[in-house]
């Protein structure tokens, strides 16, 4: 089975050779009908939206964050970002998702992170958005949903739909999955209000710049704005937090269980970290006691000074396990903030205008 990294760098044409040429050729047959289902059931959605009856209103204004393509593009801290300024003006916002892993009466590592970085806001989980935000709004009086990974979830309407793109490679590798990252054709941009470049600091101007104008020809009515997703702190298992700068220069090892980890190693790049060993796990990995062996004897082999992983890691570790895989390197999550480097403006007006209707 391929992991994140080797899966991109088939899709994306990086592998050579007849072996990567066959598989690509296998993926590119098995695209095709499953661009034409995305289609179909789009069409069903298309048209009217007040008319249609697929789509059904709850009673709060929604705002769904969402991707255009498969794996992470940074949907969590934008969540979280909404959601801590909306309870910084006296509301009760909640978030509904789709809950991907969870398993009866536990909170999956999403959740968990959120919870964390929300200060506990309501956080209901179902595959049916809808009854979810009708939970969210009758059992934790939600006056305002945010529906996190929710573009491709139709049945909910949303009175603010926002597709964040990855500056890293946003329109995965221009095929629909299984042969590229696509959830959808790129020409669906057209639904989103707005559209937000995440990582935009990772890209140089020209890069965005192009990205802009694609996005302008695909959706001309669509808003645009460009974030950086900016190191804030070091975080410990503890909750304690330490200086971001204590990472430079840092003989470090780091692990994740992402579905797009070049964010999280370009970032340790921008941190001047010193990344003796990069262990990739896949997406909503359940770590178990022989991963935290291999993390430990990674650190150790390579006198790393700390272990780094991401915030949706961290919430997932077993510290009883962990601890007993003898290790007395410190381990912490990198804490990850939100900052606008352009329509930041924009974007808060259109917040604003939801929570007066």
């Not at 204004?61 to 979280?80: D, E, H, R």
């Not at 009760?92 to 998702?97: A, F, H, N």
């Not at 595959?127 to 049945?155: L, N, T, W």
């Not at 996005?215 to 410990?236: D, M």
Request: aromatic share 6%; charged share 25%; net charge negative.
């Amino acid at each position: 089975m391929l992991d994140a990294s080797s899966f991109r760098s088939i899709a994306s044409g990086e592998r050579r050779g007849p072996g990567a040429l066959t598989l690509r050729a296998i993926l590119r047959t098995v695209e095709t009908p499953y661009a034409w289902a995305v289609k179909r059931r789009n069409r069903k959605y298309d048209g009217d939206v007040s008319e249609n009856d697929r789509v059904h209103r709850v009673d709060a204004p929604v705002v769904s964050i969402g991707n255009l393509t498969l794996g992470g593009t940074g949907k969590t801290p934008l969540v979280a970002w909404i959601v801590n300024r909306l309870q910084s003006q006296g509301r009760t916002p909640g978030i509904v998702s789709r809950g991907y892993g969870t398993k009866q009466g536990v909170a999956n590592d999403e959740a968990l992170e959120l919870a964390r970085l929300t200060n506990e806001a309501p956080h209901v989980q179902d595959p049916d958005r809808v009854a979810a935000a009708r939970r969210a709004i009758s059992e934790h009086g939600c006056e305002f949903i945010v529906a996190d990974d929710a573009f491709q979830h139709r049945r909910l309407h949303r009175d603010l739909d926002v597709v964040l793109l990855d500056a890293i490679e946003p329109f995965g590798y221009e095929h629909v999955f299984p042969r590229g990252l696509l959830r959808e054709p790129a020409e669906s941009l057209r639904r989103a209000d707005v559209v937000l470049l995440s990582r935009a600091d990772l890209a140089t101007p020209a890069r965005r710049a192009a990205v802009r104008a694609r996005v302008a020809l695909l959706a001309p009515s669509t808003a645009w704005g460009e974030i950086a997703h900016v190191p804030t702190s070091l975080i410990g298992l503890d909750g304690t937090e330490r200086p971001i700068d204590e990472l430079g220069d840092q003989p470090i090892v780091a692990f994740c269980g992402l579905g797009n980890p070049t964010g999280f190693r370009q970032t340790l790049a921008r941190c001047n970290a010193d990344v003796q060993t990069f262990i990739e796990f896949p997406d909503h990995y359940a770590y178990r006691e022989s991963d935290y062996r291999r993390i430990a004897d990674a650190a150790r082999a390579s006198n790393a000074s700390m272990i780094v992983c991401t915030m949706k890691d961290l919430v997932k570790i077993d510290v009883p396990a962990f601890t007993a895989a003898e290790l007395d390197i410190p381990l912490f999550a990198l804490g990850i903030g939100i900052e606008f480097l352009e329509g930041e403006e924009m974007f808060l007006q259109r917040l604003d205008e939801l929570t007066i209707i």
